[in-house]
């Protein structure tokens, strides 16, 4: 009976891309280029390295079977070891791994996937920015009523409330961006940080140790390096990538949430997939489980946070491996639910419908208890005294909202019933101006809507590729 | 280019045993049986059911394809009719989950799932407490210097800082035995908990649904159910149970670190596997990396703790599936984790030595400071005055301490200086005779020893078979 | 300028009941009690207290300065001496603390205040079942539409939504008991964890010190002891007691949550309190703000459960004080966030008010979706061909269903639309009873409740003044 | 009985000028300025203000009086409206809060405490980076010996061992500066984020309604402001703002545990406080509480950030007062815990003592292990075979170790074994060569000192009166 297990995450929910970044094989395939970087890197800089070899590693780097590397492993109890010896005997030499320890290798290449993933973040929320742009444009003056402590409170428009999770994700964004550019690798510092076993493969020179550094980072492609680290980089560091994917995730989610909410109203729906259809028995049912799921991946990238935290300011001396396994876990988990939720956004955002009809009766059931105070002021300028207006109005509003909730009425009727009230002079002809001019009453929404465009255009015109990015087939 | 990625838990760190709980092809032969066993509870109490059709099931249960299911998924979307699909199409008949609806299924069987993990964390949690407690037996007696804020403060046996440890796990071993003996199950309760669908499949006989409820209760083996659920079962007793098991890892943590600190000063050792040798170049270094590892495991936990947190108190009416994706990452991934945990530290406690030499030089580095009142006393009765004692003590002390710290003397020679000092009349043999009383002064802690010894004795005689599990080789 | 900072827990939410056990004042008196109880006992087992030194401590004890021991502290560096001194000062003897060092007293007193919350907490708890109780039998027999993924499902009633909410406290609630009847103290044990200190002030009478600790624990009145432990009692202790708030807040917590979702539906508010008016301008406005406080205050909760699970597994050797200021901040915290979430919640569960029209209102609009399958059976005993009625009844579903959401029909009126098609010949009054059977579908809903109320009941006999409990006013 | 509770981490850790910031009175202060900022800038923009008024308020505006506000909210029920009320009243006028909602006051107010707070954590950041920089110079060429799992791995320098920690602290403090140059405020938006409040008081003139927000953004002093917001600004701006303290808090963390264990080998300690004196019967014992305090610090830190990702994505169509009564715990009291760690970090860096001879002490116990590679080059160079002297040095080697942990010999004689065995030909000079070559040997540890200093001499001279702050006197 077989008990393999998969990862979840990535069978469910993460796309190829970020799986590639973090599978087994995937994490080889960076290892072996990073070691041939560095026997390159040697080699130029002085270090012998006969003929042939290189050329003999590079032959054999895409030759990954990674059940033979943990069988070596099993006997080794090492699993940098038995990853070198794989290399080497698929190569047939042994000049890998020279004045290197392990964390030279693991560091560096688990902070490389680190990034790589990061970009691919970046990516797709490109994507998601762009969807909710267009999304916020095309519903740009949909006058809806906004809520507050989930009870009608003003006039937004649709075009707005999506503007405005949109906007949680831009200010994240921009901190992602901050991130990626000063994301610092922990560099080529042997065994305790001192840079030691390089500059004695380099006989004591040690410009030349710094100089390799400096060609593996360009390798690597990453923008910094720490300068005075132990063994290992600060932890802190991936509790700032936690927390960054945390923020990320936040306005999805909470535009997740809404739609939730709006579904439950009838106001919207995530929407079906092409083909899919609803139940016949249950036409009305159309449930929000891609929304759901964002919500639950957002907790599991919280958790993920939690993990980060705990290793992070942990640190004893130069660093042990107490993290290692936590690692091991966090950090794949973490990219690979931010993937499946940022891949569930995006299908949402392709597939959800607004129901304009049910959004404008909304309206109309609260609207007239939002125009009250401009209907008292239309009703002085039409010659009633403040206070009876104040006083008139107030009676046959308290009315409706309990003729409402006792069933006595279906619909909102205040404002005939102000117009039937003889001690204000208001005409129905007055109060369907006022119900025109009340659904247009939306403030600046229209004007944040294109601000947010705009802002997310400039990005869309940076990353042009991204910005057009589809989602594939999610579960 | 394979990208597929296990989990990283299974397949490192946890046991056959606990991997077969929470493999899909585990559950998917747990949920074979529930449903079998509600086919047989359903046809026992006067549904029909054709002949052969229980046999065709059970026929082809074991027959387990989770390539093919989710082949299915991928069509449906929706994993429990891939699943019903599956096993109807083996077994050539259509008379699964009648009445039922996904949670129906889903939510017991996690529980199962849940429910025989725990059971498996407490055959583990027997074995290390018998496993702790035969260390403590054979070092009851062993006089250990005591650290407060990691400095020396009294004396007390190595014996009894084990069973402090264990201790911890025995108080939470005790909650685990409430939660075990009173965890419900959410039962046959519909869609929505009020148990309408297998009424309606009674004809309404309500009776009859609430029997077939009680014969699923005896078969899942479960000790109580639920009364009035929604369509799912409360999350907060998921966040109980990932409590249980924090509770359960936190005295191995503690454990596990205090061991990494005897590490750091030559205490003792975590030790090596049999035939593993430490390296010639390091012979010093024997690392603690299974002790790290238990305090990195203890930190995942803590991870989906917060998960499991963030579920609680979430419900919405009668819930949804946001929690869905967050189940299926924390509940299998804790329980491997801890198991995981589990094992790593019977290894310990097998392996790990102690160096007696090291442990009595530190204390005869530190006994003489904490002998100072005990000194003062016999001093006074061997004539010199209070106040003439106390001077003299102090003034020795405090350069003695001094004297070590700027390396003047490299032992505390305290006990020789007030001997020599004639201020005081005290002789080499009443030093020594101090001392040895000074080494054997652990108060109660032998007795405390043995209380714990006891108390686990009690329970390794009702699990037998768990107290005498050895573990197996771990990476 | 002032720049002293109150609790804003204590302040804001907290009742005088809970402030009592955490303010200083309150500290200050427990400690007190406890240090006369120790010389009480170290008196009656034989250790010499002067006359009228007892009665000197007692006469005192009262007078709690809690600046003036703040004073000393300043000067002493050492919060426990400070108010040794201050005690000692007040009564004119210096009696206090024989043989006891400062985790003697702390950590004895601190889980003195542990356990009293707890049974403060578990007060509260049966006056909040209580009131769930009460008002889920008034409400036992309300049709009510249940949701999952926020949408219409089946037919429930109200009062099983909130027995389902109250079963999740209940489950809770038996954990508390458990929690509470095995709580262990770490007693008299001394510096390390030897009791060595006592043992000593006993001239090495282990059974005296031994059997001062019992009495000690009688004095306290809890339940049990630690055998083995270090300076402090593990830790992981507080992780249970903080992880059963968290758990018992999650149904509460889920139960808020739902009522703001039932207030945004308008089929329920959390009510106004007495006197209190909502605004004229919004009377609709009637904001869930308790309920989004009850919320709030569960955040915190796990807020703290996070710092609490960073302490637990974090023991160094015997202990330290790493611990000390997370404890300072947490217990009382946490204890004061959980008074008042119930404080909170029993006002709520007072005020609530129920719009049993709206519930009609939306039953109505769902009930026919919910009844296709039945219709169909009626369809076909009087006479329509299966397949016809089945592509007849899903033919007008889907058409109702999309013209609610274009606004073509303002309510649902499939079952009229059924009636009209001659394909099927069933009549008004066939559909008027299949809503009122439908109506009255709700299972064992009505069971529900009352296995929940009989559950309760049984608690309230035992807490009987508990049960009765009338919250305070709330801000 | 008074059952006030102070808070705790107020009056114990933080400074007065972090206490300043988040006192009720001080949070009076800055919302009266706040509000004549808005006065002042609608009376500029054309809104008529009679004279006199805003010196009214002004005039009064020192005189807060906090019970008395208490006091009105008790009655109001709307925390507010209290505050609006009372300040009024002082003034003897009617004019604040004019096209204001609630959250256009409480949202920028405490965004300002949190910017202002920030700046005062920068500000000790830099203390903090000046105090390890100088540390670190002084002790720059100290060798030290490295240890990664706890065990001696290779040599370092004490120097290089603070710049790790301090160079942590520059990498979080480089994204502090992103975070206070990139902080938006949610502006005066109204009660759902539209801006039609202000817009209808300027009589639709979305301009100056535009306008009068810039005006008050420069009265905040804040970098920038939302355009799409809500009711409230989002939550995930908390979020980044609590993991930012600590990841912060995080080197210093590493730095404090790391003092602990080096505290448990005397290699140094936090030192004493000036006239502090150490017990004479335990001359030994200098606990590391304040060490301990920041670690302690830290975990408290991580829960706020558990409740900072409660909130975040947790979001309700334009917002509700969920989050209220968390913001109230949270913010104030990350801070005041964050500012209590520096200011402890800070004394302890003032006050640490580096025992000089044991920390040689130390290195002479491990440095022949480590230099056994050495020894075999010089012994081949001085004719031995390679094999011959790869296997003396591994049978010296493990022996030494087995003798040292068996108390055979106290201190490491490998060196002398090796001159001594006759299959050698090294000398007791070459020996002393070599130790003193492997003490020096500690890599680029002395450059990446000077580089972490340059570093932070960079931003002293940006913040020189912040480089020169002294810590008060800590509890």
């Given at each position: 009976?077989?008990?393999?297990?998969?990862?979840?995450?990535?069978?469910?929910?993460?796309?190829?891309?970020?799986?590639?970044?973090?599978?087994?094989?995937?994490?080889v395939?960076?290892?072996?280029?990073?070691?041939?970087?560095?026997?390159?890197?040697?080699?130029?800089?002085?270090?012998?390295?006969?003929?042939?070899?290189?050329?003999?590693?590079?032959?054999?780097?895409?030759?990954?079977?990674?059940?033979?590397?943990?069988e070596?492993?099993?006997?080794?109890?090492?699993?940098?070891?038995?990853?070198?010896?794989?290399?080497?005997?698929?190569?047939?030499?042994e000049?890998?791994?020279?004045?290197?320890?392990?964390?030279?290798?693991?560091?560096?290449?688990?902070?490389?996937?680190?990034?790589?993933?990061?970009?691919?973040?970046r990516?797709?929320c490109?994507?998601?920015?762009?969807?909710?742009?267009?999304?916020?444009?095309?519903?740009?003056?949909i006058?809806?009523?906004?809520?507050?402590?989930?009870?009608?409170?003003?006039?937004?428009?649709?075009?707005?409330?999506?503007?405005?999770?949109?906007?949680?994700?831009?200010?994240?964004?921009?901190?992602?961006?901050?991130?990626?550019?000063?994301?610092?690798?922990?560099?080529?510092?042997?065994?305790?940080?001192?840079?030691?076993?390089?500059?004695t493969?380099?006989?004591?020179?040690a410009?030349?140790?710094?100089?390799?550094?400096?060609?593996?980072?360009?390798?690597?492609?990453?923008?910094?390096?720490?300068?005075?680290?132990?063994?290992?980089?600060?932890?802190?560091?991936?509790?700032?990538?936690?927390a960054?994917?945390?923020?990320?995730?936040?306005?999805?989610?909470?535009?997740?949430?809404?739609?939730?909410?709006?579904?439950?109203?009838?106001?919207?729906?995530?929407?079906?997939?092409?083909?899919?259809?609803?139940?016949?028995?249950?036409?009305?049912?159309?449930?929000?489980?891609?929304?759901?799921r964002?919500n639950?991946?957002?907790?599991?990238?919280?958790?993920?946070?939690?993990?980060?935290?705990?290793?992070?300011?942990?640190?004893?001396?130069?660093?042990?491996?107490?993290?290692?396994?936590?690692?091991?876990?966090?950090?794949?988990?973490?990219?690979?639910?931010?993937?499946?939720?940022?891949?569930?956004?995006?299908?949402?955002?392709?597939?959800?419908?607004?129901?304009?009809?049910?959004?404008?009766?909304?309206?109309?059931?609260?609207?007239?208890?939002?125009?009250?105070?401009?209907?008292?002021?239309?009703?002085?300028?039409?010659?009633?005294g403040?206070?009876?207006?104040?006083?008139?109005?107030?009676?046959?509003?308290?009315?409706?909202?309990?003729?409402?909730?006792?069933?006595?009425?279906?619909?909102?009727?205040?404002?005939?019933?102000?117009?039937?009230?003889?001690?204000?002079?208001?005409?129905t002809?007055?109060?369907?101006?006022?119900?025109?001019?009340?659904?247009?009453?939306?403030?600046?929404?229209?004007?944040?809507?294109?601000a947010?465009?705009?802002?997310?255009?400039?990005?869309a015109?940076?990353?042009?590729?991204?910005?057009?990015?589809?989602p594939?087939?999610?579960?």
């Amino acid at each position: 009976m077989s008990d393999s297990i998969p990862n979840v995450l990535a069978e469910r929910y993460a796309t190829s891309a970020m799986r590639a970044l973090w599978s087994p094989e995937g994490k080889v395939r960076l290892e072996r280029d990073y070691w041939i970087a560095v026997l390159k890197g040697q080699r130029d800089l002085g270090i012998t390295v006969p003929d042939g070899v290189i050329k003999a590693y590079e032959k054999v780097k895409d030759q990954v079977n990674v059940a033979s590397i943990m069988e070596r492993e099993r006997v080794t109890r090492h699993d940098v070891k038995a990853r070198i010896e794989e290399f080497c005997d698929l190569a047939g030499h042994e000049h890998l791994h020279k004045g290197m320890t392990s964390r030279d290798l693991t560091e560096n290449v688990e902070q490389l996937q680190v990034f790589r993933a990061l970009l691919e973040v970046r990516s797709k929320c490109v994507a998601v920015l762009a969807g909710i742009s267009r999304r916020a444009a095309q519903t740009r003056d949909i006058p809806l009523t906004a809520r507050t402590h989930n009870v009608a409170a003003q006039v937004t428009t649709l075009g707005k409330r999506l503007a405005m999770f949109g906007e949680e994700l831009l200010v994240a964004f921009g901190d992602l961006q901050h991130l990626i550019a000063s994301y610092p690798a922990r560099g080529l510092k042997g065994a305790v940080g001192t840079r030691l076993d390089q500059i004695t493969l380099f006989n004591g020179d040690a410009k030349k140790a710094s100089e390799l550094e400096h060609r593996i980072l360009q390798h690597l492609g990453m923008p910094a390096a720490f300068n005075a680290v132990g063994q290992v980089y600060p932890r802190s560091l991936d509790l700032q990538v936690v927390a960054s994917l945390c923020q990320l995730a936040s306005g999805p989610s909470s535009f997740a949430r809404t739609l939730r909410l709006m579904a439950g109203q009838e106001l919207a729906s995530e929407g079906f997939a092409k083909g899919q259809v609803g139940s016949s028995a249950m036409p009305h049912k159309m449930n929000s489980r891609s929304c759901e799921r964002i919500n639950g991946l957002h907790v599991i990238l919280k958790g993920y946070l939690a993990m980060a935290a705990g290793l992070a300011g942990d640190q004893w001396n130069e660093g042990d491996v107490s993290c290692s396994v936590v690692r091991r876990v966090m950090l794949p988990d973490a990219f690979l639910a931010m993937d499946g939720l940022l891949e569930t956004l995006l299908t949402v955002l392709n597939q959800m419908e607004v129901f304009e009809a049910v959004v404008e009766q909304e309206l109309m059931r609260y609207l007239p208890f939002l125009l009250t105070t401009t209907v008292m002021m239309e009703a002085v300028k039409a010659g009633a005294g403040r206070e009876t207006a104040h006083e008139v109005i107030k009676e046959h509003a308290v009315q409706v909202a309990k003729d409402l909730r006792t069933g006595t009425v279906r619909e909102n009727d205040l404002l005939s019933r102000l117009v039937l009230d003889e001690r204000l002079t208001l005409t129905t002809e007055d109060m369907q101006r006022l119900v025109e001019a009340g659904k247009a009453n939306a403030g600046d929404a229209p004007q944040q809507v294109d601000a947010f465009c705009a802002s997310v255009a400039a990005i869309a015109k940076e990353y042009p590729q991204a910005a057009k990015y589809e989602p594939g087939v999610i579960l």
